[in-house]
């Protein structure tokens, strides 16, 4: 179900999803009275802080972000060295706007990626796609400074040999994570793990394979990797997508491009999954490392957005007017030709607009997809050297990007920009907000972010 919202003067105050607790009623009923109060006397929409990407059972933000946490891979020579969490302030009229007011180092370098809230946004989990441990941190207790509670470093024994903790998606007392390898050949067939939210394992559903899984609709393009996964909980479904193991996500990118063996080791598939009873329904053909996906929130809109990394292009995965599941490319991503690597996507709360971030070109791109069968690209800027990640939120008017891919991905030299930027969208111009050069303040490499604020506690 949709996640809901409200707003009280000028803290925010958080209403629980779809299947949370059943004191959201009480708090419903006051934020739709509150709601008809704005209306009636002319007071216009609160701002709203939340991402569009989260998971529909989380609660969410309102009035707007006070802080925004970067998951960083740490550099050699550069500061402590170590992958850290760190807390960067976005409150606007503070004197520390813009500038960190918090880190946590983990010890090392683990190749540190991406992470996630838990359903009751009170920890978050962090991977390290090289070793495999997990971080996580307790945001709750002092939302300007978290502090790691627990590290779990038994991922790869406990799951049965998943390797690279990916993807962190919050469902009902659940943490589910992708991983992208495994252990026997470091190649990119791999898992689903679940775990509660206190950190125990649950289960592993292996990616489905023509060996596996013979008689799956769609099977002949199954090829057994994973990425990212999302749901759609009133339809009773999920996404994987697909993306390459530990022995090419490790290698240097430059020697990567260069090994004809190392190209042909990339995903082509998105597996449709059964929500309740996790197994997979139907695979779809989707060639050229389809990367993240991002559901559309309206309440008939049954279908999903993802990209491919090394073929640029937007598909659709939707549901027909048969009930049926299908997908297909609806769109170029700059010119395929010159392979600008699309890498992060951010659909708009309304479903009309998607940014979609392009590694090499250090674009990001804005497409109509009020029609999601056929984009249309209305904007583009460079946002550095390069770039990566995008969130922006709930009410699209501030969008946030960071620049690292992966430690031997990202360019070199002077390219090696890292930074988190943040930008006001005005509806036809980004205006950047602030920016903070990673480098400079001995951090590392800007990886993934997420929104936090006090109010939610």
Known sequence: MRRDILTTG???????????????????????????????????????????????????????????????????????????????DARAGSPSLGKVIHSVSVGGRHEAHHGGFTDDRRHFWAGGLDDSK??????????A??????????????????????????????????????????????????????GN??????????????????????????????????????????FTGWSNYMMDFGKMLKDEAAMKRFGQSVVLWNLHTRKPQKVFHVPGAPLEIRWAWGTRHNYAFTTTALTSKIWLIYEDEKGDWQAKAVADIGDPSKVPLPVDISLSSDDRLLWVN??????????????????????????GRQVNMVSQSWDGKRVYFTSSLLANWD???????????????????????FALDFTKEKLGRAHIMRFGSRALY
């Not at 989380?58 to 969490?85: A, C, N, Q, R």
């Open 134 to 143: 997990i971080f996580v941190f307790d945001v709750h207790s002092n939302p």
């Open 10 to 88: 000028t803290l925010a105050e958080v209403v629980p999803c779809g299947h949370a607790r059943a004191r959201a009623g009480h708090r419903l009923r006051e934020a739709a009275a509150a709601l008809l109060a704005a209306t009636v006397i002319g007071v216009g929409a609160p701002a709203m802080g939340d991402e569009t990407c989260q998971s529909p059972y989380m609660p969410m933000i309102t009035g707007v972000e006070e802080f925004v946490y970067v998951w960083t891979l740490g550099v050699e020579g550069l500061g402590d060295g170590s992958d850290k969490f760190v807390t960067v």
């Open 358 to 383: 392009s590694f090499m070109d250090g674009k990001t791109r804005l497409f109509d997809v009020s029609d999601p069968h056929k984009p249309k690209q209305i904007y583009e800027k460079v946002i």
């Open 201 to 242: 394992y649950v289960r592993t559903h292996w990616m489905p394979t023509k060996e596996t899984a013979p008689k799956l609709a769609g099977i002949a393009a199954a090829d057994g990797y994973g990425y990212d996964v999302r749901a759609l909980p009133r339809k009773n479904v999920m996404l994987t997508s697909s």
């Open 145 to 198: 400074k978290p502090k790691l509670a627990k590290t779990i470093d038994d991922f790869v024994k406990k799951s049965g040999g998943a390797v690279g903790p990916h993807t962190f998606y919050a469902l009902p007392g659940r943490m589910m994570i992708t991983a992208l390898s495994n252990d026997k050949d470091h190649g990119g067939r791999t898992a689903l793990v679940e775990y509660t939210r206190s």
């Open 411 to 433: 360019k070199k030299g002077d390219d090696n920009e890292q930074f988190l930027k943040a930008y006001a969208w005005d509806g036809k111009e980004l205006k950047e907000r």
